[in-house]
């Protein structure tokens, strides 16, 4: 069984997305850009994903350390949408958290990437 290439979709822009609650097969999904801005006090994250109800932004888990600010995304399947079908497609997805503390000289490091 071969798999079709995925393409991606021709947007504008990233899509903005907000964490949606109850997804199953939940999984940690690295980001390709992470801008700050507010005066360091909100992170504006960029990443590809899947397309909506198929593939969403489960949570975003954000541990603020001294010297770095360490942001992990997750995705998954909402529950209610286990049984659907979806295009293999790739689009841009952006979300913004915001910071306890400003950024200052802390690193953002991508939790997906750690080991």
């Known amino acids: 069984m071969?798999?079709?290439?995925?393409e991606r979709a021709p947007t504008k822009g990233p899509e903005p997305v907000k964490p949606v609650a109850d997804t199953i097969n939940t999984r940690k999904v690295?980001?390709?850009?992470?801008k700050s801005f507010d005066k360091g006090r909100k992170v504006r994250l960029t990443w590809e994903s899947g397309v909506a109800p198929c593939t969403v932004l489960a949570r975003v888990k954000v541990k603020e350390t001294r010297g770095k600010v360490t942001i992990?995304?997750?995705?998954?399947?909402p529950r209610?949408?286990?049984?659907?079908?979806?295009i293999m497609i790739a689009i841009q997805k952006t979300t913004t958290v915001k910071l306890k503390t400003p950024l200052g000289k802390r690193k953002i490091v991508d939790g997906a990437k750690l080991r």
């Open 2 to 6: 071969s798999s079709a290439p995925v």
């Open 80 to 86: 209610k949408a286990k049984d659907v079908a979806c």
């Open 72 to 77: 992990t995304l997750y995705e998954g399947t």
């Open 30 to 34: 690295p980001f390709a850009k992470a």
